[in-house]
């Protein structure tokens, strides 16, 4: 199995050789913001994006300036292909993991609704994914099936993309016709291989101490740690609560 991912992610590496579009977005994020690029590679359908989670910064009223260019240390890179087959990198407690998110399924519901966006006509779309309502505005004429962060799906590449609540947000601002964001050569060897459901259980167990709790040193006080990011619930927690 080891060498099957390993072949896999190889595949990846070696794919980004070849002509691959690149789509830059904002993340917002309470009051702030972060940059994270989109790497498209249309002849093997294939993507990976890259949250930059060095280049955060405190969040303006300024809209985005969009824009298309065709000349030619990230945190999270997300690995795409076949879709909804997901592995992600993340470093807890300095301890770099590769993460399978074996459960990822994204349900859109289409709208007739268009808006213009920077000149381009969009269409509607809407999806509850793990505990968060999204609206999405894509765009028909330019298909790419994979937009930021973990989302996938619609026909046409995604162009803003807005949390109910307004605490989460991607807004695209440029497209690059050849990449100019390379990704980094991944050393297997360095990462822990977990699934999601494993690796959430190890977030957890770390926001809540539970390494410590047998400490006389330590006195745990306080609420446990309860979800509170982009992500609020997992496929198979909702499978216990029916």
């Known amino acids: 199995m080891k060498k099957l991912i390993l072949i896999f992610f190889l595949s990846l590496v070696c794919n980004t050789i070849y002509s691959q579009k690149q789509f830059n977005y904002l993340l917002y994020v309470d009051d702030t913001v972060r ?14 994006y890259i949250d930059q989670m060095n280049d955060f910064r405190k969040k303006t009223e300024e809209k985005p300036t969009f824009t298309v260019n065709v000349s030619g240390d990230d945190d999270f890179v997300y690995y795409k292909q076949n879709l909804n087959e997901l592995n992600y990198t993340y470093e807890l407690l300095k301890i770099p993991y ?3 998110d074996n459960t990822l399924v994204i349900d859109w519901e289409l709208t007739s609704d268009k808006k213009e966006i ?11 994914f793990r505990g968060r309502k999204w609206t999405v505005w894509y765009c028909p004429q330019i298909p790419v ?37 390379s990704v980094k050569d991944l050393n297997l060897k360095k990462f822990k291989q ?26 745990i006080e306080g609420e446990a740690f309860k979800r509170n990011g982009i992500e609020l619930m997992f496929e198979w927690e909702k499978q216990v609560t029916k």
């Open 194 to 219: 977990v699934d999601l459901k494993t690796f959430d259980e190890l977030f957890n167990d770390a926001m809540n101490f539970r390494s410590l709790s047998g400490s006389r040193d330590y006195v």
């Open 35 to 48: 940059t994270g690029a989109l790497l498209f590679n249309e002849k093997e359908n294939k993507a990976v």
């Open 118 to 128: 920077q000149g381009l006509i969009c269409s509607k779309a809407t999806t509850t």
């Open 145 to 181: 099936v994979y937009g930021p962060w973990k989302f996938y799906g619609l026909p046409g590449l995604m162009m803003e993309l807005t949390e109910d609540t307004n605490r989460f947000a991607f807004v695209l601002t440029e497209i690059i016709e050849e990449a100019v964001t």
């Open 98 to 100: 590769l993460i399978n």
